[in-house]
T-cell receptor
Framework: AQKVTQAQTEISVVEKEDVTLDCVYETRDTTYYLFWYKQPPSGELVFLIRRNSFDEQNEISGRYSWNFQKSTSSFNFTITASQVVDSAVYFC????????????FGKGTRLHILP | EAQVTQNPRYLITVTGKKLTVTCSQNMNHEYMSWYRQDPGLGLRQIYYSMNVEVTDKGDVPEGYKVSRKEKRNFPLILESPSPNQTSLYFC??????????????FGSGTRLTVV
């Protein structure tokens, strides 16, 4: 069965520290997509990144970086030099290969950046 | 501005009183979906629509109805709300049913409380 596991329920770090959010997925399909979404305290869901299963290149966008490793079925998200504005719930998600319309979400990791 | 608009943002209602949460997108997306978010459970799909007049159940459809008479609108109807439908609801859209290509664009969410 398809599944996304975010083992870290809640993380607190001091501002300017680096922090990595873990995401492990399960799928039997060879073609799939992985996503990260951010949910700030205001509640909306903000799309951060999409990665397809054939592209294992790591991606960097400013202070954000993503490490995709098919060998370990992981798609981890690192924030470098964290800021208070990074405080949010972060969701990792996987496209359902049986139903192209559906994205399966992990339960999220709540990140607190302490000033 | 390209967006998904949900209304209302907040709603408190009483058990059994029919309500509708509206969702509208201005991106000419074919695919639309409703999710509910609950603590510890993440986001779960309620209903989805591949196009006008085409709707289907997601993982938790009980107690909900939807309709897709126009491409831009996808209202969520609670005919007889109950307290277990107290939740944060999100509408999402995508250009096609292949959510993996683009991911979803989410609305700002509707926080519903049923007393």
């Amino acid at each position: 069965a398809q599944k996304v596991t975010q083992a870290q329920t809640e993380i607190s770090v001091v501002e300017k520290e680096d922090v990595t959010l873990d995401c492990v997925y399960e799928t039997r399909d060879t073609t799939y997509y992985l996503f990260w979404y951010k949910q700030p305290p205001s509640g909306e869901l903000v799309f951060l990144i999409r990665r397809n299963s054939f592209d294992e290149q790591n991606e960097i966008s400013g202070r954000y970086s993503w490490n995709f490793q098919k060998s370990t079925s992981s798609f981890n998200f690192t924030i470098t030099a964290s800021q208070v504005v990074d405080s949010a719930v972060y969701f990792c998600a996987l496209s359902d290969p049986n139903r192209d319309d559906k994205i399966i979400f992990g339960k999220g990791t709540r990140l607190h950046i302490l000033p | 501005e390209a967006q998904v608009t949900q209304n209302p943002r907040y709603l408190i209602t009483v058990t059994g009183k029919k309500l509708t949460v509206t969702c509208s997108q201005n991106m000419n997306h074919e695919y639309m979906s409703w999710y509910r978010q609950d603590p510890g459970l993440g986001l779960r799909q309620i209903y989805y629509s591949m196009n006008v007049e085409v709707t289907d159940k997601g993982d938790v459809p009980e107690g909900y109805k939807v309709s897709r008479k126009e491409k831009r609108n996808f209202p969520l109807i609670l005919e007889s709300p109950s307290p277990n439908q107290t939740s944060l609801y999100f509408c999402a859209s995508s250009p096609t049913s292949l959510s993996g290509d683009y991911g979803y664009t989410f609305g700002s969410g509707t926080r519903l409380t049923v007393v």
